[in-house]
């Protein structure tokens, strides 16, 4: 079946690691992005990527990196930059020129203390 | 810069009576409207979506929606709720001519169906 994973469901870390978070998608998606979730906050947008080697820092990038070396892979590393990184991260997929829609993963929740 | 509304944080709703999960928006040019639910530790999982066409909107698991543009609203709609209908749901917007068609969100708006 087609779909995005996202590795590992939960992640515990210490102050002051950087640590990075999977996803990978084999839909043949052009698209992908990166989102946190806080409670009631809604989902805020980190960094998105429209093709292999370029993305884009969406509203909150501070703190965080990605790369897109492969169509089907966009990994999110929390550097000990990022102030507040306890959150829920979500990695989602679009197919341009078909779609318009997002295609979610099961997300990662990172614990940081 | 669009923004997104949810108005109920949360909504207590008995089972078998109806739901309305009220979205506005705000936007300077036209934009494509979504609705997702997410249940418990899970991820997203898109409802129904307006492109363009007929202001109302059908989805899954008999759910529907009501573009108004002049009330910039998109309020989502159950005639008849189940317990499994007990998650949070997101309105989400996207300007039609962004790049990348970057979706905001709205706050969310937890469903507690009771028996």
């Known amino acids: 079946d087609g779909g995005i994973t996202q590795s590992p469901k939960y992640l515990f870390r210490k102050e002051g690691q950087n640590v990075t978070l999977s996803c990978e998608q084999n839909l043949n998606h052009d698209a992908m992005y990166w989102y946190r979730q806080d409670p009631g906050q809604g989902l805020r947008l980190i960094y998105y990527?429209?093709?292999?080697?370029?993305?884009q820092k969406g509203d909150i990038a501070e703190g965080y990196s990605v790369s897109r070396e492969k169509k089907e892979s966009f990994p999110l590393t929390v550097t000990s930059a990022q102030k507040n990184p306890t959150a829920f991260y979500l990695c989602a997929s679009r197919r341009k020129s078909v779609s318009y829609e997002q295609y979610f993963g099961p997300g990662t929740r990172l614990t940081v203390t | 810069a669009q923004s997104v509304t949810q108005l109920d944080s949360q909504v207590p709703v008995f089972e078998e009576a109806p739901v309305e999960l009220r979205c506005n928006y705000s936007s300077s040019v036209s934009v494509y409207l979504f609705w997702y639910v997410q249940y418990p530790n899970q991820g997203l999982q898109l409802l129904l979506k307006?492109?363009?066409?007929?202001?109302l909107v059908k989805g899954i698991n008999g759910f529907e929606a009501e573009f108004n543009k002049s009330q910039t609203s998109f309020h989502l709609r159950k005639p008849s709720v189940h317990i499994s209908d007990t998650a949070e749901y997101f309105c989400a917007v996207s300007e039609r001519e962004a790049a990348g068609n970057k979706l905001t969100f709205g706050g969310g708006t937890r469903v507690l169906v009771k028996p």
């Open positions: 990527s429209q093709i292999v080697n370029d993305f």
């Open positions: 307006y492109l363009s066409g007929s202001t």
